[in-house]
């Protein structure tokens, strides 16, 4: 039974971590939000995302570098 109840948790915090992740997804610009999406949750490799969203390398690098800067700030903020 105990260890029901740690699963338990388990999913409560994954189910909460998940929902703190959307929330703060949902604060990113959508141009950023996109690129980081594909990068992160599809496993677009830079070369697809080049592809698909006609930039170039070095604006895709900065985009997801600001984009998972605004996702930090909001993970550290705790607001969510």
């Not at 338990?8 to 998940?18: F, G, V």
């Not at 999406?37 to 170039?56: A, N, R, T, V, W």
């Not at 070095?58 to 996702?71: C, E």
């Amino acid at each position: 039974e105990e260890n029901q109840f740690s699963r338990q948790e388990e999913l409560l915090i994954e189910k909460t971590s998940w929902e703190r992740i959307v929330n703060c997804l949902g604060e990113i610009p959508e141009s950023q939000r996109l690129i980081l999406e594909k990068s992160l949750f599809e496993e677009y490799s830079m070369k697809q995302i080049e592809s698909e969203f006609k930039l170039s390398l070095a604006n895709i690098k900065t985009i997801l570098h600001r984009a998972r800067k605004l996702l930090l700030n909001c993970f550290e903020r705790g607001d969510k």
